[in-house]
């Protein structure tokens, strides 16, 4: 008996090896969890929660598409716990920050794709309580959070593979947000302006489809060409740039654009440091104008 359940568990691993696509899910999540500001003498359990958290994000099959290992996305979150957490209750107030990156063809690169602040994190966690996700219900404000960002990452994964590819996703995060209305948590209500109701709003608002089509064309049309043609990359990433003043000027400050810059700032001043001068004079002009933020640092392209 020893011996056949050895041999059963050895060709599981076996096909496994050979069909490594199906064993792997979706995301390569890496959890960091500052604790500096609690005052806690069990330290222990906020290890325990960043492990959860991890193998909640890294092992829940969140699609039904097969993935292989190289195949992974990859994504940081960031938890800082804030001073009035209460570990003892298992009660906490955080900010998070969430960041995915694809990988660049032709190029040993990774671009960033997304970088969103959250600064209402607020969830309960107790060592014994499992995290489970139930799509269709509301379980706990920690899971759901959690499945509401993974979602929110694979459908920025799959419009920059695809046009308008992760529009089967953005029901999902619609889904999550209703169910999560009923909750005493903020950050799923229009309160606020910056928060995960705001973002489920503007990538299910047909009014930002040009913005997940520039998602598209940024990263599979100019980014996964730049190293065989940086020019026309460059101009093609121009013509982005004019989709997403579009998208400003119906709504301007607009959650999305806000986290397409925070993500992509550096790259532009990046790609746009070399090339033809005229066309970064028009890259820059539209810059300064829909992300003031980085503005100064735009102008200094022009030489």
């Known amino acids: 008996m020893l011996r056949n359940s050895f041999i059963l568990c050895f060709v599981l691993i076996i096909l496994c090896s050979i069909r490594f696509m199906t064993c792997a899910q979706e995301l390569r999540c890496n959890v960091i ?62 900010t998070v920050q969430i960041q995915s990156s694809r990988p660049i063809y032709g190029a040993d690169i990774e671009s960033p794709i997304l970088t969103f602040f959250d600064r209402s994190f607020s969830f309960e966690y107790q060592p014994s309580q499992p995290l489970i996700f139930a799509e269709n219900a509301y379980t706990t404000n920690l899971t759901a959070m959690l499945a509401y960002y993974a979602y929110v990452i694979l459908a920025f994964d799959y419009d920059s593979f695809s046009n308008l590819g992760g529009s089967p996703i953005l029901q999902r995060i619609l889904n999550i947000l209703n169910n999560s209305q009923q909750a005493n948590f903020p950050g799923w209500t229009s309160a606020d302006v910056r928060n995960r109701y705001w973002l489920s709003e503007n990538l299910n608002n047909p009014q930002f489809n040009p913005f997940r089509e520039g998602l598209y064309q940024y990263h599979r049309l100019a980014m996964d060409n730049f190293a065989k043609d940086p020019e026309g990359s460059r101009k093609k990433i121009v013509e982005v740039l004019l989709k997403l003043k579009q998208v400003n000027q119906v709504r301007p400050n607009a959650i999305v654009l806000n986290a397409f810059f925070d993500s992509k700032a550096d790259e532009l001043l990046n790609i746009f440091s070399e090339g033809d001068p005229s066309v970064i004079k028009q890259a820059v002009e539209i810059l300064v104008t829909i992300d003031p933020t980085n503005a100064s640092k735009y102008r200094t392209l022009i030489k």
């Open 33 to 94: 969890v500052n604790d500096q500001q609690v005052q806690t003498q069990e330290r222990q359990i906020i290890t325990q929660m960043r492990d959860a958290i991890s193998q909640f994000m890294n092992t829940t099959e969140w699609t039904t598409d097969k993935y292989r290992e190289v195949e992974r996305i990859k994504c940081n979150i960031l938890i800082t716990l804030g001073g009035d957490s209460d570990v003892s209750q298992g009660r906490y107030t955080a």
